[in-house]
């Protein structure tokens, strides 16, 4: 009786490892906090109502890009830009890392470079181990791909950019 137990325990188990290692692989990105690709513009400003949005000129014909300023994310504060891509909707989502904000709800400044500098950290306990490229750390997902760096110099940025070519072909 013994050994029946013991079997269907290293069945039980090693079961339990197949289904973790499944779901990691099937993990994906879809947006950020409450913005998911191919949003619109309007879906965003609802998605982060109580937030001050402020639209900015885009760097590429027919893009357009909204902007939150000063979002806390992890700990750290950030000018967040949503880019949208005409009809495709959003296509880009841009963090960067205030770099004089003081007091801002009731942190100082050393709360937040010490969040700040622990960025990449705490984006792997969210997405798993990064692939380190220079200073960068990136990840790739089915829909788009995520990139942190700056944060060993005082200036921490995180993308997460869309895979359009993805989304046509699906």
């Given at each position: 009786?013994?050994?029946?137990?013991?079997?269907?325990?290293?069945?039980?188990?090693?079961?339990g490892v197949v289904t973790t290692t499944v779901q990691a692989v099937e993990r994906d990105v879809v947006g950020w906090e409450g913005a998911r690709w191919g949003m619109n513009?309007?879906?965003?400003?609802e998605a982060f109502n109580s937030?001050?949005?402020?639209?900015?000129?885009?760097?590429?014909?027919?893009?357009?890009v909204l902007s939150i300023p000063?979002?806390?994310?992890?700990?750290?504060?950030?000018?967040?830009?949503?880019?949208?891509?005409?009809?495709?909707?959003?296509?880009?989502?841009?963090?960067?890392e205030v770099g004089t904000?003081?007091?801002?709800?009731?942190?100082?400044?050393?709360?937040?470079?010490a969040a700040c500098r622990l960025i990449d950290r705490r984006l792997e306990d969210i997405f798993g181990p990064g692939q380190a490229r220079g200073a960068a750390?990136?990840?790739?997902?089915?829909?788009a791909d995520v990139t942190s760096a700056g944060a060993d110099?005082?200036?921490?940025?995180?993308?997460f950019v869309r895979h359009v070519e993805?989304?046509?072909r699906a």
């Open positions: 009786m013994t050994l029946h137990r013991l079997r269907l325990f290293a069945l039980a188990l090693v079961a513009e309007r879906e965003i400003r937030k001050l949005l402020v639209p900015l000129a885009g760097e590429q014909p027919g893009e357009t000063g979002y806390v994310f992890l700990g750290c504060p950030f000018d967040v830009s949503f880019r949208f891509a005409g009809a495709r909707g959003l296509v880009r989502i841009t963090l960067t904000l003081l007091g801002h709800h009731g942190n100082g400044i050393a709360g937040y470079g750390k990136s990840w790739a997902f089915p829909s110099a005082g200036r921490a940025h995180v993308t993805t989304e046509q």
